[in-house]
Each structure stands twice: as C-alpha cells, then as structure tokens.
C-alpha cells in the first residue's frame, strides 16, 4: 500500500510540476520607436533571484526559453537600456517587451572589458569597451578569446581557419574586416561546436553583428593604410551606401592593394645521407589587387531579399627569385646560379543573391544562390647557365551552387532543415614552351575536373530542464567527382562519395558557470591546386606536383569547453582519417632531384588544450592570457612526429587620457611539430605594439602600431621525409611600421544578409 501511495504522490507532483512549466517566447523593442533588439540578455531567473537559464534575442528582437516555470521570472538587460524584469506566465507567450534607454548610463559611464556569454555551440562577446577603439573588424579579431591573428591568418585555437559571416553574408576576402570599423561592431559570436546545416569541413564560424544605425541619404566610409619593412606597400579603399525611405539600401565600394616584400632565404637540403645541396635565394614579391563591389537589399518588417556583385582583378602579382646553390656529392661539387620569374594575372566574378522570409517569430526560411567564375593565367621563366625553361598556364573555374534551409519550433525546441547544392568545373592547360632549351623532364598537358556536390541537413536543438541545453543533427552529402588528364578520363582519382557526419552536443548553463561537450563528424575535401597533375620546376633539384588521387579527410572531433568568471578553457581531441601532407621523394629515376606533392597518411591524432584569461584591472587596462597546448600524434614511414608545441599569448589593451588608446601584445611559442603536416617548426617570439587615437565620437581614427618591435621573429623550419632534410630558414616578417587613417561620413549602415550557398568556394 506504501508503495502504491508513494507511486500516486509522484505521479501527482510530476503532473503539478509539468502543468506548472512553460516555453517562454516573446520580443523585445526599443520603447518610443518600437526597433527589434538583438542580443538582448533575457536571464530566466528563480524566486531567490538566480540565474538558471536565459537566452539571447535574435536580429527581430526574439527570444525563446524552454521549460520556465510560473515562480519564475525574466531579466532583460543591455548595455544602453533600463534593466526591466517580469513574472513568467503560464501562456508560453509574453507581450511585446520595451526597454527604455538608460541616457545616464550612455552619458556618463564607460563599459570596459568584454562581455562573454557561453551559448550551447560557442559563446557571444559583446564589445562594450576600449576595442572598439581599436580601428577595424581585424584588430577587434585579435581580442577575442580563443582567437588569433598571426601574420594576417585568422584563426579559432584548437579550431584551425574558420568560416566568417559579416550581418550573415560569409566573408569572401579578409580585406572585408578592413572596411568595418572597430566603434560599428556590436557582438561577435565564435561557433566551436557548428551544427549538421554548416559545411562538413567547416571546425569552426565567427559571426560579426554590427550596429544597426538609423537614418537615410548617403554615406561613406574612407580609409588608407601605408606600410614599411624593407619596402612600402600600401591599401586604401571607400565604400558608399544610399538609404531609401522606401527601406532600399544600394551599396558600392571600391578597394585597391599594393604589397611589395624582398626577403632572403636560406635552404639546406640533405638527401639520402649522402647528397647536399647550401641554397640562398633573393625574393621580391610584388602584388597589385583592385576590389569592387556593387549591390542592394531591400527588408521590411519580416521580409528580405538582395543581391550583390564583386569583382577581384589582380593584374600584377610577380615573384622573382635569384639563386645560388651549390650541389655537394661526396668530393664532387658544383656551383649553380639561376633566375626564376612567376607571373600570375587572375581575375574573379562572384554574384551573390538571397531572400529572407520570418513567417513568423519561430518560423524561417532563406534561400541563397552563388555564381563564381575565375581565369587565371600564370607563366614563369627561369633561366640558368644561359638556358631557359619557359612555361605558361591558362586556369579557369566555374561554380554554380544554391542553398536552402527553413526552422521552426517542434515539439518545445528548434528544428533546422535544409538542402545545399554547388557544381564546380575547373580546367588548366599547362604548356612546355618551344623556346624552352633548358633540358627537363616536363612535359605539356591538360586537366579537367567536374564535381557535384548535394548535401541535405537537419539539426534539433532542445532544452532539458532549467540547465541543459542539447542538440543532435545529420548531414548527408553525396559527391560525384570526375578527373580528366588530356581528355582521358583517369579512373584513380574519379570516384562518389556518400558520406552521413552526426553531430550532437550538450550543455550546462548556471550561476557562475556554464561548459560543454560535443561531437562532431566532419570531412576536408582537398583543394583543387593539390590535385593537379603538372610538375612546377623549382630548382634543378627540386620539383613540386599534385596528386589527383587524393582523398578527403574525414575526422572524429570531441570537444569539451568550461567557463567560469574571465576564465574560459577549452579542449579538442582530433581522431583524423586520410590526413593532407605534403612529402618528398625521389623524382621517378633521378638520384638528384627530388618531388615535393600531397599524400594522405592513414590515421592521425591530435589534442589540443587551450586556456583564456580575460579579466579587466583598474578599469582602464584589458589584459587578455592564453596558453595553448598541441599535441600530434602523427607517424609517416616510421619516423614520429610528436612534439607539441606551447604557445603563450598575453595581450594588453590601456585606455589613456584625450581619447589615446595604448596597446602592447606578445606572442611566443616554442619548437615542435605542428599538427597539419610533417614540419617541425622551431621556436618563436614577437612583440607588437600600437597607439591609437581617435577623433569626433569615434568617426575619425589614426592608428600607428609596430610589428616585431624587437625584430628577432623569424621563421625557420625543418621538413624531413624518405630520408630528405630540409630545412629552411626565412628573414621575411622583419620589424614593420603601420599608419592607418578611417573616416566615417553619415555611417548609415547596409543590412545584407545574403550568404555563400557552399563551402565548395574557398577549395576554389
């Protein structure tokens, strides 16, 4: 009878507790004008006033939390407006939230330091503080936790290059992050754990919201940049955009970039124990690259479409190296010097279209459609001993790709779903010259490759309880791939591909502390210039190829994340298949010359643990320190490459008096070899340091900063395979000197939402 009792009581209480539960959903504006709030943190709170849940507002102001119950109630609170709270009801639905401006708070007070929100796949950094003084989208990058930006490469640690989203339109040239200043950007949101509707082979995204400005007519942006190694190179560019009343937005800019470097290069090449070969090469590398870019959005209310195109021209990119080397073999030597000239002219046509529907708060669809096509030339002519190899290529590529995906509420959660689709075809004729009088072993062909790709996807996000959050999703890709070497189709690298990548994740949100754990399957499709079939002559001892068998790599990636407070740590264990590295063997039967190419490696490992301080002391200093520990485990041949390789960062950001901002940033790291190839990389340190000062609520900035202060970074490496050595020591990176200029005119800002339909455009 006890038990029949005690079985009644809980079936009575959990019915009571279930009545009593609800999904929270609602919108929040702005009071007076009635404007959407994004990233409005709405924080779920208990009678005692914790905090055991929440959820953040998305670009229409909404927000959604699962399983709420009515003793509950909600916090709404951004930085700029009057914190409000209210009771949770039972309806699961709340009336249109406002929230008043705090004109005291924006009068008076100044925010340092970033706010880091964990969310169920990465976190939210909303920039509140001194970086956005700090001049563009790239110098905020730097700041985030977790994130790097190393001689220009982008990067999430333990993550590797991720996709970048700019207002929800991916990224295509980082020279985007240039054109945005620092004061416009309102959050940035890094996804480590991306869901079943991103691309298989995409680890990681970053998402930039900026500001949404009121106002109508013209505006302009106009910046420039010169710099000094050993030679000036330069950047500059304006953007213009016109606001009609009608909620039609035109856009242009035009951007133009002019790189020179001149370096020296040492290599040492050891082959077979008993052949050497002491090179020095003199580089200079001169590029000139012109951007434009042309476009409109249209949004009202729920509704969006729009539609965009660029265009890249690089008329001039030369690399010209001159040579020494001298050939040892046992007591037999030879001296050589030679001339080697490259020339690239390529030029790239993207367009871009979308169109957003919100059928209503939970209900979206959004449809993005990509057309790409790029031609690009290339010849070289080398020349030694008055005889010459001379050689040219004609590439061209073309992509067609479309993309669908539509979410709504099921069953108290999120259901994403979707299709994506891209057709590519890249051809390259490589030709032998008949001036050519230098003897080889090259000869002229031509390649062709089609490929295409169709992917379906769906992924479900739920709340359990007041602290988890949890999703699962699938994706499913099919890819037809054929290859043809002078018109023959070449069965070895032709092949489909069926693949299904799971994805799933967990998480904890309380108090003080909220972490992770998920994982994901995923798949790196070579990029079409590793697989070409022709031979690039380097040097009479070293030639470079393709390999168009190779196969995609796929990975097993778990990943765990903990923050609490200003310290966040991460770590990410890589189970690889079919790894890309490059190695070097004996070209065909010539004992002297040895053949650089792509090769997979079977299974591989790699652990990566990362750990983020990012406190604010005395409120004008923002120190950030991240330690970063990897670890491969990588064998090819017999030969181990295994050492890991620490990396310390500590970056300093003060505020100074008459709007100065002073920033001082160190990186070091110490020899090992690195996890995507067979390279061991030796140790390294560089300071960087910077002063900033702004003018006119932000519209004017100035900008000197020094890269390599105490110049002593330099690169050097060792690449050792089949019994090769190489190493290679580079004096490139030397100490560089920036002055950078932004003007802002009437800074009315354009909404385009328009996306890359696929992932296929960066294998491009």
């Known amino acids: 009878m006890n038990v029949i009792k005690k079985i009644t009581l809980t079936t009575l209480y959990a019915i009571i507790y279930t009545s009593a539960m609800a999904q929270i959903s609602g919108y929040v504006r702005e009071q007076g004008k009635g404007a959407p709030l ?46 409000k709270t209210i009771s949770v009801v039972q309806s699961g639905s709340v009336d249109t939230v406002y929230l008043e401006r705090d004109n005291t708070v924006l009068g008076e007070v100044v925010v340092h330091g970033k706010q880091i929100v964990q969310t169920p796949n990465g976190f939210v950094v909303t920039i509140n503080d001194v970086l956005k003084q700090l001049g563009t989208a790239r110098n905020v990058l730097g700041h985030i936790p977790f994130v790097t930006t190393k001689n220009g490469s982008i990067s999430v640690i333990g993550k590797g290059n991720p996709v970048i989203y700019i207002n929800d339109r991916q990224m295509r040239n980082a020279t985007e992050l240039d054109q945005i200043n620092s004061s416009d950007i309102k959050q940035v949101e890094v996804i ?29 942006r106009v910046d420039a940049e010169v710099s000094k190694e050993r030679k000036w190179s330069y950047n500059g560019g304006i953007s213009l955009n016109y606001q009609t009343r009608r909620d039609v937005n035109f856009f242009a800019s035009v951007r133009y970039n002019r790189n020179d470097e001149k370096y020296s290069i040492k290599q040492n090449l050891n082959y077979w124990r008993q052949q050497e070969i002491n090179q020095t090469a003199n580089e200079d590398l001169h590029g000139t690259t012109w951007y434009s870019t042309v476009g409109f959005d249209y949004q009202k209310d729920k509704a969006s479409f729009g539609a965009m195109y660029r265009y890249t021209y690089d008329p001039t990119h030369a690399l010209g190296n001159d040579s020494f080397s001298v050939y040892r073999n046992g007591d037999f030597h030879i001296s050589q010097s030679y001339r080697d000239r490259r020339n690239i002219t390529e030029g790239t046509h993207y367009v871009n279209a979308y169109m957003n529907d919100d059928f209503s708060k939970d209900t979206h669809l959004k449809l993005d459609a990509d057309y790409m096509n790029v031609k690009a030339p290339r010849s070289q002519e080398y020349v030694m001993d008055n005889e010459g190899l001379y050689t ?38 490589y030709n032998v010259l008949s001036t050519t009088t230098l003897t080889t072993d090259l000869t002229s062909n031509r390649t062709r490759s089609r490929q295409l790709l169709l992917a ?33 189709k070449d069965p070895a690298a032709s092949r489909r591909d069926n693949n299904f990548f799971p994805s799933t994740s967990i998480s904890y949100s309380g108090k003080d502390i909220q972490m992770s754990l ?5 798949t790196i499709r070579p990029i079409y210039f590793y697989l070409r079939s022709s031979v690039e002559y380097d040097s009479p001892y070293f030639y470079a190829t393709g390999n168009p068998s190779l196969l995609p790599q796929t990975t097993n990636l778990i990943s765990y994340s903990f923050f609490w407070k200003n310290l966040q740590f991460t770590a990410n264990y890589y189970m690889h298949k079919n790894s890309t590295v490059f190695t070097m063997d004996r070209y065909l039967d010539r004992d002297s010359i040895v053949l650089s190419s792509p090769e997979n490696i079977r299974h591989n490992q790699t652990l990566d643990l990362a750990l983020v301080f990012s406190p604010t002391w005395f409120s004008i200093w923002s120190p950030q320190f991240t330690l970063d520990f990897n670890k491969p485990f990588m064998t090819y041949h017999g030969t181990s490459y295994r050492k890991p390789i620490l990396s310390f960062e500590f970056d300093n950001t003060v505020q100074l008096p008459l709007h100065f901002l002073f920033g001082l940033d160190m990186n070091m790291s110490t020899s090992g070899n690195i996890s995507t190839d067979l390279e061991y990389n030796y140790k390294s340190f560089q300071l960087d340091t910077y002063l900033i000062k702004t003018f006119f609520n932000d519209r004017i900035k100035l900008r000197f900063s020094v890269d390599n202060v105490l110049n002593i970074n330099h690169t050097r490496l060792l690449r050792s395979t089949n019994n090769i050595d190489m190493r290679q020591w580079y004096n490139n990176n030397r100490r560089t000197f920036r002055l950078s200029f932004s003007y802002e005119i009437n800074p009315t800002k354009k909404k385009y939402k328009g996306q890359a339909s696929t992932n296929e455009i960066n294998r491009l």
């Not at 914790?50 to 670009?59: E, K, M, N, P």
């Not at 480590?192 to 949404?212: D, L, M, Q």
């Open 38 to 83: 994004e990233y409005v943190t709405v924080a779920c709170l208990n009678a005692s006033g914790s905090a055991i849940g929440g959820a953040l507002t998305d670009s229409l102001g909404y927000f959604n939390i699962s399983q709420a119950t009515i003793e509950d109630s909600l916090r709404f609170s951004i930085v700029g407006y009057k914190t």
């Open 192 to 220: 480590t754990n991306p869901g079943a509707e991103y691309a298989s082979g995409v680890n990681s995204v970053i998402r930039i919201r900026t500001v949404k400005r009121k106002g109508y007519g013209f505006g302009s």
């Open 392 to 429: 040219n290529s004609q590439s061209r590529s073309q992509l067609y790709a479309d993309r669908i995906t539509f979410s709504s509420a099921l069953f108290g959660g999120t259901v994403t779903v979707g299709e994506e689709s891209s057709y590519t075809h890249t051809r390259n004729n």
């Open 456 to 488: 379906v996807f769906v992924d479900y996000r739920h709340r359990l309880g007041k602290f988890l959050d949890a999703s699962i999703g699938g994706r499913y890709e099919h890819a037809n791939f054929d290859d043809y070497i002078n018109g023959i």
């Open 518 to 522: 998920a994982y994901r399957y995923t």
